[in-house]
């Protein structure tokens, strides 16, 4: 072909699937934790106690704090926009509309609920401001502004897309920030992933078809962990630069979700349920950071303790408390404030799990058997 003839032949082929995917579905439902949560908290104003709705949590692409725990997009919002969705509303917004999608997702958010936690002691370690099974009630509570009778809502959320997750990453902080043994973590994984299921299996039950259902980041390359644990660890991969244990546990979570899930498809032929993967592609921003225009360093956080400490990240001057400090190219890390994760990092996430190759299957290829 010649170059011109190439060209507008993969402006149109750009332009068709564009339009095939903004009429893929009516609306998209998220659920999760500070990984996606698009300022649930913040609807009644920015709560004093919550740095990460403070400035420069924004700084990159709303060009200010939406409570939104990067600088600017999440995976979320990247999905929504190649559907050609507007950017899901935080599901406690007063004024916004929900038909065509709500982020029922919340900083802070478990699997489990608080009585798990208070029944081993680690009551006071968890936040619980809305857990999986809290998030799956405020659902229920927003439906008669979508839909008005059961038949009806079946139809309607058959058009949907679900997105289920990330769920986990703050039940095993739980234990983990306790100073608890690495054991106990592990024993909390099959209740995290039966949580998970049972969730997946209401939604189906409600008329969900389309699911997207993410694992757990590899922990142990982040900030936060390297800083509280490394000293402590023996397990420190001088290759990788990640926390072998802290990893494992991620890994771990993450295969047996992907059992949960299989076994799901088995019941529920008529559902399509994706595996997405924030495991691999973090590993790859470890493993080889130029391939993503990432510095060639440990992994220091952008937003941080102003150049304190190896990675960037000290408890007392997290992102967004009064003596931290952004980076001058945020594009140029993957890991945002330590916890979370730069706009930079979560677009090539949200990419990976629409085209392939970090979902199975990838999102756009996800199509009724
Ligand atoms: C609700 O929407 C109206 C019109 O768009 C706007 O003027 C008003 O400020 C909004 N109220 C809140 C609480 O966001
Ligand atoms: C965090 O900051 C405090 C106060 O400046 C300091 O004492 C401590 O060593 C720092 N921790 C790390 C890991 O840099």
Known sequence: MKPSILVSFLLLSSILSHTFAAEKYAAIYNFGDSLVDAGNLCVNGIPAYLATARWPYGMTFFGYPTGRCSDGRLVIDYIAQAFGLPLLPPSKAKNATFERGANFAI?????????????????????????????????????????????????FFGKCLFIVGEFGGNDYNSPLFAGRDMMEAHTMIPHVIESISSAIEKLIEQGAVDLVVPGVLPIGCFPVYLTLFRAKEDGYGPQSGCLRKFNTLSWVHNSMLQRAIHRLRDKYPAARIVYADYYTPVVQFMLQPEKYGFHKQLPKACCGAGGQGIYNFNLTYKCGDPGSVACEDPAKHWSWDGIHLTEAAYGFIAKGWLNGPFADPPIMRSQRR
């Open 107 to 155: 900083t802070g958010a478990t699997a489990l609920d608080i009585g798990f936690f208070e029944a081993r002691g680690l009551g006071k370690t968890i936040w619980n401001s809305g857990s999986l099974h809290t998030q799956l009630q405020w659902f229920e509570e927003m439906k008669p502004s979508v839909c008005s009778s059961p038949q009806e809502c079946k139809e």
